[in-house]
């Protein structure tokens, strides 16, 4: 089994930045990619972005490219997700999930944390 927990979340202006990390634990040494998603109120839970643990390769949702950037410290098992120029639509509750495949789609992670709020005020 493997527990993902999310932090950094909050309240931020438009145009502010945060940044949030998830830190993974247990059976974490055969997993591949690790991702983050979000889901606002009424609306689905959409990718955001994703990360191999090995070599690091980075996708991003077009919404979100060069405005956030996904990072990993293997060291301590954490994944981050920089978020900058952040939007009132960026507002939702941000998951982090593990998977073990490569190049994932929503339905093939594996594990997911409980989510962490973000709330961009305009």
């Known amino acids: 089994q493997v527990q993902l927990a999310e932090s950094g979340g909050g309240l931020v202006q438009a145009g502010g930045s945060l940044r949030l990390s998830c830190a993974s634990s247990?059976?974490?040494?055969?997993?591949?990619?690790m991702g983050w998603f979000r889901q606002a109120p009424g609306k689905e839970r959409e990718f955001v972005a994703r990360i191999a643990w090995v070599g690091g390769l980075t996708t991003y949702a077009d919404s979100v490219k060069g405005r956030f950037t996904i990072s990993r410290e293997n060291a301590k098992n954490t994944v981050y997700l920089q978020m900058n120029s952040l939007k009132p639509e960026d507002t939702a509750v941000y998951y982090c999930?593990?998977?073990?495949?490569?190049?994932?789609?929503?339905?093939?992670?594996?594990?997911w944390g409980q989510g962490t709020q973000v709330t961009v005020s305009s």
């Open positions: 247990g059976r974490t040494f055969s997993l591949y990619t």
């Open positions: 999930a593990a998977a073990y495949r490569k190049m994932p789609n929503l339905s093939d992670y594996d594990y």
